[in-house]
């Protein structure tokens, strides 16, 4: 107990702190001289006031003299009708006010901590479900901080998590609610904007009078679009692996099966033309002749894929080719078409033929899939323009392109059969009704014409092709056509003078040749040994009118005799036959050959290309002598 007059000394104390003595404050020391010359201001305003109006107050103050700090209350004492006097009840509050400024010294840290990471916090009121989010948790959200918007009930939480998540973490935060144990669950959380982020969340209740869960949140979105960056990559890189094997496999097998096809279609060709006309076996020979050129097709639809083709390259006008291909399509009633078509007729530059596959494919595969269903087919011709990979393009190299779109309703893909689609032999159609070439064949004619083939689909809510195609810039790239086999139906025409050297390792193929040969006139010395057939020109390099060579062969290859030879004899012709186009230029023959004839060929054809080859030699002898 205190009374101070209006002097503000001390005019009675109960109680002196240790050190102090009752003679040494009253009528000597006021009460500012045992305060914070800070806090005078503030407690002699409160002082007087209470002189004017009587009415009671109260501070908090500290007394450095004893380091303590004090509550005090603060009531008016009047005499004679006037407020002379002031009491002053003081109670010691040192432990409580270092405990505030302990508690508000953690909170510090922790408002401190807590800015100084990426995580965000969660608070859950395990009584009441109430829960408080950290200002870093609004921000991973999209939201401000005290955004209302932001639920404060745990399952306003929940709502934000995805479908998908929810099924799994809801049932862990509960058990850990319940039971107390660990929480570490990655799920999806909806942002403000809309979209789904990913969060690594770790939590446990604490065990105090209020019983709370706390739980912290790492955003993680970029660990796992960066894990399924390099997921879709490694998926793109083993199909690319399992497609180059695969090609490698069928091209090895089609070359093979055309070396085969060679002296077939020579056998039925010589018995063609040795049997006299009306005979009754012409009939047969014919429908071998149709077999052998269906096996012919099916080899080439292999080698479209397995191994760079050798197409006629000019501009193409893409809209043209799917107006054409869409009248030759079945009409059907529950498939309804819709077409949108670039009004300024944008051209690529490429196989008319070939594109036009890519289209029949396309749209047969469309209609196939929307077979027993009602929707829409959708086929759209536009141009694009892609930036790189970095514009969300699916690793589209940077140009301008001409897109193709042919989008279905139908019974659309799994994720198993995407992986699988572009594999040749692999079909989901019944046996019969499809040979697994179409999509195989497709990519393989989008790769040759350097453009590239976007798979979009879902089971049960149909499928879309996207076909990029780079745009014809210039005249200028316009390319030629290389020499290309006669018709099948020509035969063999007059006798043709000049010794031909023969080399290829299948004797069979060996056996057409110089049967054929040998029936349009011509001189033929055939081997299956190229270094043999080296023997020949180093030991008369003359004696040749033309060679023709395979390319794949034991010993020396096509490539290697042929510059070898020429080293010898540079104005030799030379003819390539192969059954393979690896390493032959798109567009003409390689350097050293006159021309290049594709097994498996008709006899015609080869006496075809040896006589132009004679014919030009003639001429230009011809010149010469001039």
């Known amino acids: 107990m205190i009374i101070i007059g209006r002097d503000y000394k001390y005019r009675f104390i109960n109680h002196v702190e240790e050190g102090l003595r009752v003679e040494d ?3 000597v020391a006021s009460a500012f001289d045992f305060m914070l010359p800070e806090d005078r201001p503030r407690v002699r305003h409160l002082y007087d006031e209470a002189f004017r109006t009587g009415r009671p107050a109260s501070y908090e103050s500290y007394v450095p003299q004893v380091d303590r700090w004090y509550a005090n209350v603060v009531g008016a004492i009047q005499s004679d009708g006037e407020i002379r006097e002031l009491s002053i009840l ?18 510090r840290r922790l408002a401190l901590a807590l800015a100084g990471v990426q995580d965000g916090l969660v608070e859950i009121d395990l009584r009441t479900g109430d829960h408080v ?19 404060t009930q745990v399952d306003g939480l929940l709502a ?43 939590g446990r209740n604490v065990e105090d009078e209020e019983k709370r869960f706390f739980a912290f949140l790492t955003d993680i979105t970029q660990r796992y679009e960066a894990e399924e960056q390099r997921r879709t990559l490694a998926a793109e890189l083993q199909q690319a692996q399992r497609l180059e094997a695969i090609g490698t496999l069928a091209g090895g097998i089609a070359h093979d099966f055309n070396n085969l096809l060679t002296p077939i279609f020579g056998a039925i060709e010589f018995a063609q033309l040795t049997l006299p006309e009306g005979h009754d076996s012409l009939e ?10 269906r096996a012919k097709s099916l080899t080439e639809q292999i080698l479209t894929f397995a191994r760079p083709g050798h197409a006629h390259l000019e501009p193409v006008d893409l809209i043209r080719i799917v107006r054409e291909e869409l009248r030759l399509q079945p009409e059907t009633a529950a498939v309804q078409l819709v077409t949108e078509f670039a009004q300024d007729n944008p051209t690529v530059l ?18 196939h899939a929307m077979r027993g269903r009602k929707g829409l087919l959708r086929l759209r011709v536009d141009r694009v323009q892609s930036a790189g990979p970095g514009d969300g393009a699916d690793q589209l190299p940077p140009g301008d392109y001409v897109r193709l779109t042919v989008s279905d309703e139908g019974v659309g893909m799994s994720e198993g059969v995407q992986r699988r689609a572009l594999e040749p032999f692999f079909t989901t159609k019944p046996a019969g009704q ?29 499928t879309t092709f996207e076909v990029f195609l780079p745009t014809w810039r210039a005249a200028s790239e316009r390319m030629s056509e290389p020499p290309t086999a006669v018709s099948a139906t020509h035969p063999i025409e007059s006798a043709v003078n000049g010794e031909v050297a023969c080399v290829d390792d299948e004797p069979a193929v ?17 081997t299956t040994s190229p270094r043999e057939a080296l023997e020949w020109f180093c030991a008369t390099p003359s004696c040749f009118d033309v060679l023709v060579t395979d390319l794949r062969m034991p010993e020396l290859s096509g490539l290697e005799l042929t510059q070898r030879v020429r080293a010898l004899r540079s104005d030799l012709p030379v003819i390539l036959v192969t059954a393979h186009a690896e390493g032959i230029p798109q567009v003409g023959a390689p350097p050293g050959f006159h021309a290049v004839v594709y097994k498996p060929f008709r006899s015609s054809e080869l006496v075809r290309v040896i006589r132009d080859c004679l014919a030009k030699r003639a001429d230009l002898g011809a010149r010469a002598a001039m």
């Open 25 to 27: 404050v009253i009528g």
């Open 90 to 107: 003081s109670r010691e509050i040192t432990e409580t006010k270092r405990a505030e400024r302990s508690q508000r010294r953690s909170e």
């Open 133 to 151: 989010y950290s200002a870093r948790t609004y921000d991973l959200l999209g939201f401000v901080d005290g955004d209302p918007a932001l639920s």
């Open 160 to 202: 934000r998590m995805h479908p998908e998540d929810l099924k799994l973490v809801e049932p862990a935060l509960r058990t850990a609610m319940d039971s107390g144990a660990g929480f570490d669950q990655e799920f999806r959380l909806q942002a403000r904007d809309g979209s789904y982020r990913w969060f690594h969340a770790r």
């Open 284 to 293: 047969v020979l014919e429908d071998a002749l149709c077999a052998a050129q």
């Open 350 to 367: 490429g196989d008319g033929s070939e594109l036009q596959q890519i289209v029949s494919n396309l749209l047969s595969n469309a209609l």
């Open 434 to 462: 499809g040979t697994g070439l179409g999509l195989a064949v497709v990519h393989g004619v989008i790769k040759r014409h350097r453009g590239h083939l976007r798979l979009r689909s879902e089971a049960e809510k149909g």
């Open 510 to 526: 060996l056996r057409v040749m110089t049967r054929a040969l040998t029936r349009a006139g011509l001189r033929v010395r055939a």
